[in-house]
């Protein structure tokens, strides 16, 4: 009879000690996304920002078309930038389930550059 409640005594501890483990393990688990907690809101004001950065220029032929994977209408930024900051940042958005409000573009003209940015100008 003492053998058998020894069983059950040590059974329960064994079940007791994995429930912890996978408790401690499910709390403890590893965030590989370190902007995880980044709202979309906080997303789309980086992108833009990240968007506003890019668009400078001196002269007109500095200003290149950049449509920037269906997150918003064409852009124009200078030729020089590196839009791959830009093209990731857009992915982790989309693929984090924010979401792209429908939009109507503008059409494409000729870029000039502005005041140091470069403009759509339509004539």
Sequence with gaps: MVS??????????????IAALFIFITLNKPQFDDNSAETCSEKKLSINAELSRANYCIIDSDCIFFQPNGYSCWQYINKKYNTTLILNQIQKYLLSGCTVPAYKCQRVCQPQCINGKCENVCQ
């Design 4 to 17: 058998k409640n020894i069983k059950i005594i040590v059974g329960t501890i064994f079940i007791l000690l």
